[in-house]
């Protein structure tokens, strides 16, 4: 049985520190927002709704602790807190979308304590929806694999990049719980590995079948004939473009050269209307994670390393969006423009 991957405990946040997995699963206790905006950064936390639900708490927990008796001056470092946590990774649009709900409802409460109660209170909530938004996408995107389904992935869109169940992972969990037979190959996600590390070993602790392999292999393997379907998560999607990690894209062209479909799930919190690819910022990450690996050296010194962390798809490749209101199908005309505030 797979733990939340981040929930609070009364004052405290507590989150699975995914840099462990799989060697170790270790929940680390969290009541300051620098611990928590130094675990974004090093991916302790990460996946994009978790990365909603740990800013939400972040800025729940930048009320609780003030001690400003002022109103203006509570939500001006309320306020710097969203910031700051805001700054900690450009890319998810559900960190901002976790955010600016807590401090929406922090603004619009009228004092400081009431203040505090509905950060708590929508923090919670966005915590609390993530599972039953997660189980509806899952059941729909459940609907579109086949007997006997093959499913690509890539990184990982799971219980661990959620508060539990999944996006991508979650379809794959819905099939497997409504009697559907499914079987997943699992890219390994280089250069940080969430596809090896944590989409094998939550699939493999729920019993369902998984195997890993290095993130050039899938080509292959779609020639072959063993893929049926690839199934993704996303960071955000634009009118023009689904934002997920750096390797997605490749997949994308590879299935629609094979005639596979290549399905994206996704919460409508990571829908970014009105936006297109150039104006989004894609995270750019350290050479150390390029150019080392298992403590070795594997490039040499002074050689530059390109390392970002997502790219982008263009719609054109995607057969359809699982969302939890149903299935959007091209061409996508009609996106959904969820509120962001
Ligand atoms: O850098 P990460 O591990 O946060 O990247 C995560 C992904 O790319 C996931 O596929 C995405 O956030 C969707 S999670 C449901």
């Not at 459940?142 to 508060?163: I, M, Q």
């Not at 790219?311 to 209101?325: C, F, H």
């Amino acid at each position: 049985m797979i733990p939340r991957t981040i929930e609070r405990v009364d004052g405290a946040i507590r989150f699975i520190d995914q840099t462990l997995l799989p060697e170790r699963l270790e929940i680390v206790e969290c009541t300051d927002i620098e611990r928590l905006a130094g675990a974004i950064r090093r991916l302790e936390v990460r996946g994009a709704p978790a990365l909603g639900i740990a800013g939400a708490y972040g800025v729940a927990l930048a009320a609780i602790q003030s001690e400003e008796q002022d109103l203006d001056a509570f939500l001006a470092e309320v306020s710097a807190a969203a910031d700051y946590l805001r700054g900690t990774r450009p890319t998810a649009v559900n960190l901002g979308w976790g955010i600016d709900r807590v401090l929406a409802a922090v603004r619009g409460a009228g004092s400081i304590e009431a203040g505090r109660e509905a950060a708590v209170a929508v923090a919670d909530a966005v915590a609390e929806e993530d599972e039953e938004t997660c189980r509806r996408i899952g059941a729909h995107g459940a609907a579109l694999l086949p007997e006997n389904a093959r499913v690509l992935t890539h990184c990982n869109a799971g219980a661990l990049a959620c508060a539990t169940w999944g996006t991508a992972l979650g379809v794959i969990r819905s099939a497997v719980a409504a009697g559907k037979t499914v079987s997943v190959t699992a890219c390994e996600t280089r250069p940080l590995l969430q596809g090896a590390r944590l989409t094998a070993w939550e699939l493999a602790a729920d019993g369902i079948p998984v195997r890993v392999i290095t993130d050039a292999t899938a080509a292959f393997l779609m020639r072959r004939g063993e893929i049926d379907c690839v199934v993704v998560g996303a960071d955000r999607i634009t009118d023009d473009a689904v934002f997920n990690k750096i390797g997605t894209y490749m997949h994308a062209v590879c299935a629609r050269h094979h005639g596979i479909p290549f399905y994206v799930a996704a919460p409508l919190s990571t829908f970014d209307p009105g936006r297109s690819e150039t104006d989004v910022t894609i995270e750019e990450r350290g050479r150390e994670e390029v150019a080392a690996f298992n403590g070795k050296q594997t490039v040499p010194d002074g050689v530059g390393c390109t390392n970002y962390a997502f790219d982008a798809t263009p719609l054109d490749l995607v057969s359809g969006i699982i969302t939890e209101t149903g299935v959007l199908l091209p061409p996508y005309d009609s996106m959904p423009r969820p509120r962001h505030i």
